[in-house]
């Protein structure tokens, strides 16, 4: 299919993308859907391939996703007719030619792909006229009077103004620059590194079509690099940045920048000029140029003589690349095969990201001469204000209005979520380069009198204060430790509530950025709120923690409808004069109604309930099981709060636990009496009203709801069980676990509890209509049932199950009224059994998916995404280590060990570097850096630092300078760190922080015990801090110099944490497509993920971590549906999509390699397949070593691929690696290492050293036997391997004796040997994979198609609800769905 991003251009991450007719032809139907549907739902006519119209579907899969069919929408079943027609461009200078175009794109996106276009692109100041009427910008196609089909366009020049032409000069700027991959390295315009194409050879899609003929096979070579071999030392840095040949610069002028003549004098401009440019071609010539309003021409200037008369030819042109091109010959050449390259590049490869990924490693790249890059430092060019009329951007206005833009049905949600996305990456952008400049002392602030800590900036319309304890107002809650953990904490905040999203209830815009060893908040700024005291402005909760508080109506409505998708209990407190308020948040939580009349809260640092076991309080028991691990232990702050992951694990355990208490009961009232009577159940229908008003975007995006009242209940007990049990805020590559894992797979007593009594399944059913019914024949009996569940869980209403959670609990200074004693005493319960279930089920739950490979962390952001999916935060680490080290399968969890141990030791070296570069001043900083690393990593025991020897000496002493960094003491301090001393450091924090003992006194004695790599420590600090290191082979272990130099140091990028808004639509089509796939239904699967992928496409753009799973899963389907070639073309799109957004290094860009892999050898590109894997084992030994689970898979994928192209001695090497790797992993006994040893054994087989073969195959046939029994198909055909293998060694043992017999007059029997065919290679390789094809031959699949089509015409006339239970195909464990 042609994803919706196929050429979209380069600059506008928000368009709707065209489709180019080149693109779009000759991919066959299955497009049809996608090329028109730019925004929705798919077109009436592409909807019969299916026999059924596609979006009734998906509107039941998102009522059922939401656990309620009654009232889904009616209006969501919106198509929009959309069909693309084709208009001819007539340009100057260029044959016309078609392009393709949508109804609803804006005359602005064809100027976009004018300027992309390789024979266009060159202008950029021109107008669209239709029979000579010009189009306005901003009109959409489809209002355009006699506009259709076959239409021309004409392209004509339009006079320059002063801002066009800056334009029209950036612009050519970027193209001269658009193969030069400095602007990634130096992290810049949202650009990022991508290498697929070294591997790839360029584009996959071309060659993808020709399958490799037989005899091809000899000339490809198989060797892999030395350094990936098993085996192998630490793997070196620098292949990590192979080297681009397309990135040898072609060199097209010397220099292009602003004149020192600028701006022109008066009387120059009523000639019509607006700026001069300097110029210097490849040929040397110096040349001096005016922008006038009709283009550009020579002038007569030198640098030194201003002379603005146009020269004598003066080449007048109204694009400057035409004017040069007829001065520099070399231009010309070179310009044209420049925009040739640039053109043929992957458009993924080009696209802005929506968020500004960082490098950690770069190459010395030469600094060039650039005149923009010189402007845009020192002009403020505050976000682009040349772009946008009015100047600076009014960052909380944009956000605000964003959020009030009209969300009834789709086309309106994809409008607004499209918007709020876009400002979002706007703001984060933007809120960075403040913070930056911020820090590195280059805003003035607007408390200029004060001490450094305590200043406060503002700076293009964002407010920044730093991360210090200002005012004492931390002081008892933990000074700075807390005024550092709270911007974190308010960050979670505002992404619950935003994701909670209540109409009228507004938060500020927040972007964190840690820098150079500061932490800076970014908030967009509530109108008024600069004019006013805080005091007078807070209408609504305390300034002081608790010690006054305010209430009000508004916001108590508002923030009540927060109340259950938050877990928030509405509870009262007293204020300082002892008079009872109510509140529904936090008391920190203030509400403040800004100029503009909105009602806004800010302060959300806890939102979320605080965490027991690390708040010691006094009088405070724990239950036995914290108790027993050790807590409650003291922490650095008072500000730890529980995740909200946690909260929503622990609602989701409590419920299963009150409906089997509530059956128990039923079943024991059954026992007592044998008529039943009809039970039920009040307070349903009241409750109504209550729920969420539009059921598809449900509060909680995509966490069950939970049953909250008795209409919504049974069904929110399907969604527990059923489909996702996923916190909310992880994207689609998360739902995998849950979906296949259901629910409750944290409460490890859950299943135990199930089987141990008898009968439960029936008493369940009972309760769960218990729970329904509406109340109309009510049994006092049944009620008592109830009521006695409710409190067992200790649910907040007597009457149906209703969790939530008091924030204010042991806050320090909050007081509650006496008649709520009661309540309280409930609550501090709670919250002791959530702290204990964080200890008993969700930790073990993690170890347990860890060990049967349901979690697979590869480095420390993998192993910290999986504790924070389950709810437990970081600072459990140590907990987490000393329970795999204490669990009897230790050794099958040494990878996740190892990699907690890394992730461990570099947060407590992240910890003091943090302070250690609070001392360093600007002019050290390289200097400082590379101390410290080689403090940590070096072997060189006297690590001296080198004070910079100054660069610019003065004679005279130089007076102390006044304006100093923030809180920095003495300058040379850092100079004196010793790596022992820093080791003690590191060693004393693993202790205080996480409670863990690390045995070792210095890098060495670490790496040495736990099995670490130096590299990967590296990589590791590096990505923690910020810290951009040279690309070069470091010697570490040396012990006679220093690994690091201060010229390895290239720069310090911030660390930056925002808020992801999501596609809540798109994401919904995304489960009900993966839901689908995991029933069978892979035709429907496939057409709700492309839907998603339109409408992901439409609300961010083409680049973003969840199109890359949408295409992942896509290219999955593709590749199981038989569609080789259209696998390649979307997963290529998921690699260089992961390589942009997430790193080039990335583990899910290690599997997307993998994936990638495996489809060009099923396209017969065995070269290049073999080349992505040597890839991916590379990327894979940097991360994380090669003792790790995933590279048993990575190495039976390489040993496959080489044992296909004969390589057999290589083959073995890797397949006996995976061999060993396996058995470690999943055990002697594993169905896994049968497999291995069978693959081993072929290998033997096609050397023909039988007996080695034959030894492999016994053991795997064993394994089968033992696990599977004798009549399972796979021992049968283990067993027939085995007796073929004997034959064969019986017949070479013959023919060996014939030759000792007879000598050279033997007459010998040939043996066969065997090469394997191509296509038993691939059918192991998919097995290894998880792919498991099922055999149909054309018939069946027409009988298959018939059945599909008429049970959906049961389904939709609603006749057999039962019989559609049961899925098509029986594939549902075999299709792995990543």
Not at 95 to 114: A, K
Not at 146 to 153: F, R, V, W, Y
Not at 1318 to 1340: T, Y
Request: aromatic fraction near 6%; charge should be negative.
């Amino acid at each position: 299919m042609v994803s919706k991003t196929d050429d979209i251009p380069a600059a506008v991450p928000e368009c709707n993308p065209l489709d180019l007719a080149t693109d779009a032809a000759g991919k066959g139907t299955s497009n049809a859907s996608l090329q028109d549907s730019c925004a929705c739902e798919n077109r009436e006519d592409t909807l019969m391939m299916n026999g059924s119209k596609n979006h009734q579907q998906t509107e039941d899969a998102e009522a059922q996703q939401n656990g309620n069919g009654e009232d889904s929408n009616e209006q969501e079943v919106i198509v929009i007719q959309d069909t693309g027609f084709t208009v001819k461009i007539q340009a100057p200078g260029t044959e016309p030619f078609d392009l393709q175009v949508s109804p609803q794109e804006m005359v602005q996106e064809i100027h976009q792909v004018l300027m992309d276009r390789e024979d266009t692109c060159h202008r950029t100041c021109f107008s669209l006229q239709l029979e000579g009427n010009v189009l306005d910008n901003f009109a959409e196609l489809k209002s355009i009077e006699g506009l259709q089909e076959g239409s021309a366009l004409k392209v004509v020049e339009e006079p320059y103004t002063v801002r066009e032409a800056r334009i029209h000069v950036r612009h050519i700027r970027d193209l001269l620059k658009s193969l030069d991959p400095s602007d990634s390295y130096n992290g810049v315009d949202c650009n990022s590194l991508s290498f697929l194409s070294v591997f790839t050879d360029g584009n996959l899609g071309d060659c993808g079509k020709r399958k490799k003929k037989g005899n091809e096979l000899e000339q490809i070579d198989c060797t892999p690099p030395e350094h990936i071999l098993p085996g192998s030392k630490e793997p070196p840095l620098a292949p990590l940045q192979p080297q681009n040949k397309d990135w040898k610069p072609m060199q097209c002028l010397k220099v292009l920048t602003m004149s020192g003549w600028n701006p022109p004098p008066g009387n120059r401009k009523m000639h019509g000029d607006l700026m001069y440019l300097y110029i210097v071609t490849v040929e040397e010539r110096h040349i001096s140029l005016t922008a006038s309003t009709r283009g550009f021409y020579l002038n007569q200037s030198t640098s030194y003589t201003f002379n603005p008369k146009p020269a004598n030819p003066s080449f007048l042109s109204h694009s400057l690349v035409e004017l040069l091109s007829q001065i520099s010959p070399t231009f010309k050449k070179n310009f044209t095969a420049l925009q040739k390259k640039r053109v043929q590049r992957h458009p993924f490869e080009r696209i802005a990201t929506p968020f500004q990924l960082y490098s950690w490693t770069a190459p010395q790249v030469d600094h060039a001469m650039d005149c923009v890059r010189a402007e845009d430092a020192y002009t403020s060019r505050l976000g682009y204000e040349e772009h946008i009329p009015g100047q600076t951007r009014d960052w909380n206005e944009e956000l605000q209005t964003t959020r009030e833009l009209p969300r009834k049905n789709l086309p309106e949600r994809l409008l607004r979520e499209r918007a709020i996305f876009k400002v979002h990456s706007d703001f984060a952008a933007a809120a960075t380069r403040g913070a930056m400049a911020v820090i590195d002392g280059n805003v003035m602030a607007i408390n200029p009198g004060e001490e450094t800590r305590m200043q406060m900036f503002i700076w293009n319309n964002i407010f920044f204060s730093l991360g210090f304890d200002v005012r004492d107002h931390y002081r008892e809650l933990g000074g700075d430790a807390a005024a550092h953990a709270a911007p974190t904490n308010d960050l979670n905040g505002v992404r619950a509530y935003g994701a909670v999203d209540v109409e009228g209830l507004y938060t500020l815009g927040t972007v964190v950025v840690d820098y150079r060893g500061y932490r800076v908040t970014a908030q967009s700024i509530i109108p008024g709120i600069l004019e006013r005291e805080q005091e007078q402005s807070v209408i609504y909760g305390s300034i002081d923690f608790g010690k006054t508080v305010v209430s009000h109506n508004k916001y108590l409505e508002l923030l009540d409808k927060t109340s259950r998708p938050l877990k928030v209990q509405k509870h009262s407190v007293l204020n300082e004069k002892n008079e009872t308020v109510e509140l529904c948040s936090s008391v920190e939580c203030k509400g403040i109604i800004g100029n503009d009349g909105r009602h806004y809260i800010l302060d959300l640092l806890r939102t979320f309930p605080p965490d027991l076991n690390f708040l010691p309080v006094e009088g405070v028991e724990l239950p036995a099981e914290c108790q027993r691990q050790g807590f409650p232990r003291p922490h650095r702050h008072r500000l730890a709060c529980l995740r909200q992951e946690l909260i929503e694990a622990f609602v989701e355990h409590r419920y299963l636990l009150f409906m089997k208490m509530a059956a128990l009961q039923l079943m024991q009232q059954k026992a007592n009496r044998d008529t039943k009577t009809d039970v039920a159940i009040t307070e349903g229908s009241e409750m109504t009203s209550d729920k969420m008003d539009r059921p598809p975007l449900n509060a909680d995006s995509n966490s069950p709801p939970v049953a909250t009242d008795a209409d919504t209940s049974a069904d929110s007990l399907n969604t527990t069980e059923g489909e996702n049990s996923s916190p909310t805020n992880n994207g689609p590559q998360d739902t995998s676990t849950a979906t296949q894992n259901g629910a409750c797979k944290s409460p490890l007593e859950g299943k135990e509890l199930e089987d141990s009594i008898p009968g439960l399944a029936q008493a369940k059913e009972l309760a769960e209509t218990l729970v329904t019914e509406d109340g109309t024949s009510i049994d006092p009996k049944s009620r008592e049932v109830v009521l006695n569940a409710c409190k067992a869980v200790g649910s907040i209403s007597n009457t149906s199950f209703d969790i939530r959670f008091n924030p204010d609990i042991f806050s320090p200074g909050v007081q509650f009224p006496e008649e709520s004693a009661d309540d309280i005493q409930k609550q501090k319960q709670l919250l002791k059994d959530a702290s204990a279930f964080l200890l008993s089920c969700q930790i073990p739950s993690l170890v347990k998916d860890c060990l049967d490979h349901s979690a697979l962390p590869m480095d420390g952001a993998t192993l910290t995404e999986a504790l924070h999916q389950r709810g437990i935060n970081v600072r459990y680490l140590g907990n987490v280590l000393d329970f795999i080290d204490k669990t009897p399968a230790k050794a099958q969890l040494e990878h996740v060990y190892r990699i907690g141990i890394s992730e461990l030791i570099t947060r407590c070296a992240k910890h003091f570097f943090k302070t250690y570069l609070q001392g360093v001043e600007l002019s050290a900083l390289s200097a400082a850096v590379s101390h410290f690393l080689n403090c940590f990593l070096s072997s060189f025991l006297d690590a001296v630092a080198h004070l910079p020897p100054d660069e610019l000496v003065s004679r005279r002493k130089s007076r102390k300078r006044r304006n100093r960094v923030p809180g920095s003491g003495d300058n040379t301090a850092w100079a004196s760190l010793t790596p022992s001393e820093l080791w003690k450091n590191i060693i004393s924090e693993a202790q205080s922080y996480y409670h863990f003992t690390l045995h070792s006194e210095s890098v060495d004695q670490v790496v040495e015990k736990y099995g670490l790599q130096k590299s990967t420590l590296l990589r590791e600090i590096s990505i923690k801090t910020g810290i951009q290191i040279l690309i070069k082979e470091y010697n570490f272990d040396s012990r006679h110099k220093p690994a690091f130099t201060e010229e390895d140091i290239l720069n310090i990028f911030p660390v930056v944490k925002h808020v992801n808004p999501k596609a809540s639509d798109a994401f919904h089509f995304f489960q009900s497509g993966q839901a689908k796939v995991q029933q069978g239904f892979l035709k429907e699967g496939s057409e709700l993920i492309n839907e998603a992928l339109n409408l992901f496409n439409n609300v961010y753009g083409a680049m973003h971590v969840e199109i890359c799973a949408c295409l992942r899963l896509l290219a999955r389907l593709n590749y199981i549906m038989g569609d080789h070639a259209e696998a390649l073309s979307n997963q290529q799109k998921a690699v260089l999509m992961s390589e942009r957004v997430l790193s080039i290094e990335h583990p899910n860009t290690i599997q997307e390699y993998m994936h990638l892999s495996l489809y060009c050898f099923a396209n017969g590109q065995l070269s290049t397949a073999l080349k992505l894997l040597y890839r991916a084992r590379y990327l894979m030994l940097l991360v994380s070593g090669e003792d790790h689970p995933e590279m048993a898979l990575l190495d039976s994928n390489i040993g496959l691929v080489l044992h296909g192209v004969m390589e057999y001695d290589l083959s073995l090497r890797f397949l006996e690696n995976a061999l060993t790797i396996n058995t470690k992993y999943h055990g002697p006994r594993s169905l896994k290492v049968a497999l291995s040893h069978h693959l081993v054994a072929r290998v033997y087989e096609s050397k023909a050293e039988f007996r080695s073969a034959l030894q492999h195959e016994k053991e795997g046939y064993t394994i089968y036997k033992n696990q599977m029994g004798e009549v399972h198909e796979k021992t049968k055909e283990s067993s027939e391997y085995l007796k073929y293998l004997t034959q064969q060694a019986v017949a070479l043992q013959r023919t060996m004796n014939e030759i000792y017999k007879n000598g050279s007059h033997a007459s010998i029997m040939p043996v066969k040997f065997t090469a394997p065919s191509m296509a038993s290679v691939l059918e192991q390789l998919n097995i290894i994979n998880g792919i498991i094809f099922i055999p149909l031959s054309q018939k069946d699949l027409e009988n298959l198609k018939a059945e599909v089509q008429r049970r959906q015409q049961l389904q939709e006339l609603g006749k057999t609800e039962e019989n559609i239970e049961e899925p098509l195909l029986e594939i549902e464990d075999k299709i792995p769905v990543d």
